[in-house]
């Protein structure tokens, strides 16, 4: 499930933040699309706390439902669908956070659980993932350089283990292209795919950080989700909830801010630019041919 992250400017103290959340939510009477019945609780009776980037993070769990009401002529109950929300909603020494399982709702949403009814008060904090970025992260796992040093007091690493899959626009912007599999970077189909795309919008890939395993994460300009099944580390013998706050905190609040360091460290370094981009790509079309050429040979010796 998709999430976003989203900045508070108005209150700066978390317990005020849980209490507004979770006080009654007025029912929508406007629009095309209502939200109506909604029964929000914090998880956690006390708030917990983790240590991430050197900074004490204080943080709870609101989860809960709505009904989701379309217009239209037909019952009632045929037009409503029962959904679920949760909010991570955490301190981090200087403001309030939210990451929340909604993406182009979730401003609307934030600001009618919040009552808030003037301007600015929830801003958006995400990251801006773009197609030269996903270029980069494939090719760095690609050519095995795939393991970014921290420099952390701990010396740990942050490793990028594979790529999942990776969908974007083909040249003619006709056709979607995807890629999925265990082993996708040694598909030639997937690498043709991957040569004719322009533009990448989503990429799927598998990270080790310190004292977890496969975390994998599907990023999303603006938006990032986690595949909870393959994880290993250090949260897992918590309980779903903290697991999956402390994930989600650790991902935003360590793992995006190391990648996107070594990713403008490379940039502004030249280590990654044009040239980098067309030598990466005339190494996937040179593969693709000598795997064309291996079969053909194979298929010729066999005969």
Same mark, same amino acid.
């Given at each position: 499930?998709?999430?976003?992250?989203?900045?508070?400017?108005?209150?700066?103290?978390?317990?005020?933040?849980?209490?507004?959340?979770?006080?009654?939510?007025?029912?929508?009477?406007?629009?095309?699309?209502?939200?109506?019945?909604?029964?929000?609780?914090?998880?956690?009776?006390?708030?917990?706390?983790?240590?991430?980037?050197?900074?004490?993070?204080?943080?709870?769990?609101?989860?809960?439902?709505?009904?989701?009401?379309?217009?239209?002529?037909?019952?009632?109950?045929?037009?409503?669908?029962?959904?679920?929300?949760?909010?991570?909603?955490?301190?981090?020494?200087?403001?309030?956070?939210?990451?929340?399982?909604?993406?182009?709702?979730?401003?609307?949403?934030?600001?009618?659980?919040?009552?808030?009814?003037?301007?600015?008060?929830?801003?958006?904090?995400?990251?801006?993932?773009?197609?030269?970025?996903?270029?980069?992260?494939?090719?760095?796992?690609?050519?095995?350089? @795939? $393991? +970014?040093? *921290?420099?952390?007091?701990? =010396?740990?690493?942050?490793? %990028?283990?594979? !790529? /999942?899959?990776?969908?974007?626009?083909?040249?003619?912007?006709?056709?979607?292209?995807?890629?999925?599999?265990?082993?996708?970077? @040694? $598909? +030639?189909? *997937?690498?043709?795919?991957? =040569?004719?795309?322009?533009? %990448?919008?989503? !990429? /799927?890939?598998?990270?080790?950080?310190?004292?977890?395993?496969?975390?994998?994460?599907?990023?999303?300009?603006?938006?990032?989700?986690?595949?909870?099944?393959?994880?290993?580390?250090?949260?897992?013998?918590?309980?779903?909830?903290?697991? /999956?706050?402390?994930?989600?905190?650790?991902?935003?609040?360590?793992?995006?801010?190391?990648?996107?360091?070594?990713?403008?460290?490379?940039?502004?370094?030249?280590?990654?630019?044009?040239?980098?981009?067309?030598?990466?790509?005339?190494?996937?079309?040179?593969?693709?041919?000598?795997?064309?050429?291996?079969?053909?040979?194979?298929?010729?010796?066999?005969?």
């Amino acid at each position: 499930m998709s999430t976003t992250r989203w900045l508070d400017t108005q209150t700066r103290e978390l317990n005020e933040a849980i209490e507004l959340l979770i006080d009654c939510v007025e029912d929508d009477s406007t629009g095309t699309i209502v939200w109506r019945n909604w029964k929000l609780e914090k998880v956690f009776e006390a708030n917990e706390n983790i240590c991430l980037n050197g900074r004490n993070i204080e943080y709870n769990l609101i989860k809960g439902s709505y009904d989701q009401i379309s217009g239209g002529s037909a019952p009632i109950e045929d037009r409503t669908v029962k959904k679920a929300i949760f909010i991570i909603v955490y301190w981090n020494g200087a403001s309030i956070n939210y990451i929340i399982n909604q993406n182009s709702s979730a401003q609307k949403m934030l600001r009618k659980l919040l009552s808030y009814t003037g301007k600015n008060e929830i801003s958006k904090n995400v990251y801006n993932f773009n197609n030269d970025f996903f270029v980069w992260l494939i090719s760095k796992v690609y050519n095995s350089d @795939n $393991i +970014i040093e *921290t420099n952390n007091d701990d =010396l740990s690493t942050l490793q %990028l283990e594979s !790529i /999942k899959g990776f969908r974007g626009d083909t040249e003619d912007l006709q056709t979607k292209v995807s890629a999925t599999g265990e082993s996708v970077m @040694n $598909i +030639i189909s *997937t690498l043709s795919f991957f =040569l004719e795309s322009r533009r %990448l919008d989503q !990429i /799927k890939i598998e990270f080790s950080y310190d004292k977890h395993e496969n975390i994998s994460l599907t990023l999303k300009n603006g938006t990032i989700s986690i595949d909870f099944a393959p994880y290993q580390g250090e949260f897992e013998d918590d309980s779903r909830d903290i697991m /999956k706050s402390k994930l989600y905190l650790l991902v935003y609040l360590e793992i995006l801010p190391i990648l996107d360091q070594e990713y403008q460290s490379d940039v502004s370094n030249e280590i990654w630019g044009e040239n980098a981009y067309k030598s990466f790509m005339g190494n996937v079309a040179s593969e693709i041919t000598q795997r064309i050429n291996d079969k053909i040979e194979a298929m010729g010796n066999s005969q």
